[in-house]
């Protein structure tokens, strides 16, 4: 370590090296660049299921824009986390030299950018995916698309148990639909929980280190 730092005169200036503020600041961009990468992930792979499912049912697609919404958000969890750690890096202070941010304080930040960004990058996939398959099976299910091109596999489907035999030559019914609806909406909340861990533990850690060089505490 530089001697420079060693010699000061409380010794905590060996604790704010002034490289530290480049490692808080990558904490910033990687809440930001993490989130919107899973956000803009989540949003492509739903948001093409869901043009290609208005296609042969224009009605519901207002109704399956939720996975696009929820990708959205995501985003927004690594805007909030991104702001508050910006606010919190320290300026050197005014007429010296001396770096008032800790390397506690740095690690702490990047910590808290890197729970919050990877957190909604994998959430922001897992809505994709499930928004991509879950859309698609929801607008095959509401516009009467043949699934079943053989009359066999239309017995194989109706031999299911709890289908509903009372609905005639008609597979596509809107109870079946809304089933499928209702379960990918389970599973997109849970795949938007990841993130929301995330954002918690990065506002905790965030909050919890205030070190800094100078400081009386």
């Known amino acids: 370590m530089d001697s420079r730092y060693l010699e000061a005169a409380d010794g905590r200036y060996a604790f704010c ?3 530290a503020t480049v490692v808080g600041f990558t904490g910033v961009a990687s809440a930001v660049a993490l989130s919107s990468w899973g956000a803009a992930w989540g949003t492509w792979k739903s948001g093409v299921s869901l043009l290609h499912t208005g296609i042969h049912h224009p009605n519901s697609v207002m109704k399956n824009i939720i996975p696009v919404v929820m990708s959205g958000v995501i985003g927004i969890y690594g805007l909030i986390v991104a702001v508050i750690l910006s606010e919190a890096i320290l300026q050197p202070k005014e007429g010296t030299r001396q770096n008032t941010y800790s390397i ?5 930040h990047l910590c808290s950018g890197l729970c919050v960004g990877i957190s909604g990058l994998a959430a922001g996939g897992c809505i994709g995916i499930v928004g991509d398959y879950g ?12 699934l079943f091109p053989s009359s066999n596999e239309k017995e194989g489907y109706s031999s299911i148990p709890g289908h509903d035999d009372g609905g ?3 597979v596509s019914g809107s109870e079946d639909q809304n089933k499928l609806f209702v379960g990918m909406l389970i599973m997109l909340i849970f795949s938007e929980a990841l993130a929301l861990y995330g954002l918690i533990v990065a506002l905790i850690v ?8 100078g400081s009386s505490e």
């Open 135 to 146: 859309v698609r099976a929801v607008g095959y299910r509401a516009s009467q698309i043949s």
């Open 17 to 19: 090296p002034t490289w």
């Open 104 to 108: 506690h304080m740095a690690f702490a």
């Open 168 to 170: 005639g030559d008609d």
């Open 206 to 213: 965030s909050s919890a280190h205030t070190f800094h060089c």
